[in-house]
């Protein structure tokens, strides 16, 4: 004997939990939400909320119906965008109608891609009634030939759920090479440049309106290149710090067929000249009468000999320096010693440097220093 088939409500809860699951894994990304309490989603007339990735749906409600269902018919379900250059945005119009002889009900809608936006015409049509989803898609992060799914979940029995295929391509509208920028590892003081070579796509001649990237040490410049092509320039003096640096110079061109600026990604390593630390002291909160003392460690990052030879306080008389050996030849400590004032030092911030003389380098390594003294 045949298994009796499942009712309209075990099939919604059925496709509920599949959702979720479905979801929990990652593979979908809700793109509805309704109004408090209402696990449908999806306020008529409004632009649909954007949940994280992996966000389970709500089920949909758990109610028996009183009266016939209603019958979800999609004009299509299927939509090729066609060509787009990345950046731009894209719009069409999914329309629906309700052809059973009770009212349907339309919600949560999902998507596999966060680059669809969904706004939903209403979310319950009466029999004979008509819909329209209108899904925007936005191209920022892709790139290429591809496809993605809106998945709508319906109460009709029948079809509880409807799969809207999107296909596009998408297309850099420049072409830039290299694509990166590494300036590998540079040793303190060694200066170095990266180039870059951007084309328009048709190879159609274009200008560089404006140009964005790192701070000082790093410095930007572009010109003309063959080809209508423009060659912008990153360029750098490693510093006696070291570390890494890593960003992105930001190209805009004009006339732009975005509002998308070319991004072109960089990094370097520097190695240090010297290891000081801190690099800025803060002396505290003080009392009047305060008169406390921090510490200065200058280091040898390698094996070659490193003495300190003088420190300039600029301006004088605020705070004293005393230098001594921790390792020979290697370390350093300095002690910097916060020097009393007749009658107590006034309120209020005061503010400094210290000019660190070493055989390592041809100019004074500068340390800011400043503390803020209470009132009495």
């Not at 719009?91 to 596999?112: D, K, M, T």
């Amino acid at each position: 004997m045949p298994e009796p088939a499942p009712s309209p409500l075990e099939t919604a809860r059925s496709l509920s939990w599949a959702l979720a699951a479905l979801a929990a894994a990652g593979v979908l990304a809700v793109v509805t939400r309704g109004e408090e309490g209402d696990p449908w989603g999806g306020a008529p007339g409004t632009r649909t909320g954007t949940g994280a990735p992996g966000e389970a749906p709500r089920e949909p409600p758990a109610v028996a119906r009183s009266g016939p269902p209603g019958k979800v018919v999609f004009d299509e379900t299927e939509h090729e965008f066609g060509t787009l250059l990345k950046g731009e945005k894209r719009e069409h119009v999914f329309r629906f109608r309700n052809e059973g002889e009770g009212p349907l009900r339309i919600g949560p809608i999902q998507s596999a891609c966060e680059c669809a936006v969904i706004v939903l015409s209403g979310k319950e049509l009466p029999p004979g009634g008509r819909g329209e989803l209108r899904v925007t898609l936005t191209t920022e992060v892709l790139e290429g030939r591809m496809g993605k799914t809106v998945f709508v979940t319906t109460d009709d029995p029948a079809t509880p759920m409807v799969q809207l295929v999107l296909s596009f391509e998408i297309l850099a509208p420049f072409r830039v090479d290299p694509i990166a920028l590494d300036f590998g590892t540079l040793g303190p003081g060694e200066r170095a440049a990266r180039h870059v070579t951007i084309r328009h796509w048709k190879g159609e001649p274009f200008r560089i309106q404006s140009l964005s990237g790192p701070p000082p040490p790093f410095e930007l410049s572009h010109e003309p290149a063959a080809g209508n092509a423009q060659r912008v320039t990153l360029s750098v003096t490693a510093p006696w710090q070291g570390g890494t640096m890593a960003g992105s110079v930001l190209v805009m061109p004009q006339p732009a067929p975005t509002e998308a600026p070319i991004r072109v990604p960089f990094r370097a390593e520097f190695r240090p000249l010297l290891h000081v630390r801190p690099s800025y002291l803060r002396l505290g909160r003080l009392r009047p009468d305060e008169t406390p003392a921090e510490t200065i460690r200058v280091s040898s990052p390698d094996d070659r000999p490193l003495a300190v030879t003088g420190v300039e306080v600029k301006p004088p008389g605020r705070v004293a320096v005393d230098v001594e050996p921790e390792v020979a030849g290697r370390a350093f400590l300095l002690k910097v010693r916060v020097l009393p004032v007749e009658g107590g030092a006034p309120p209020g911030t005061f503010q400094g440097e210290l000019r660190i003389s070493t055989d390592r380098t041809s100019e004074p390594i500068a340390v800011p220093f400043e503390g803020y003294v209470l009132p009495r």
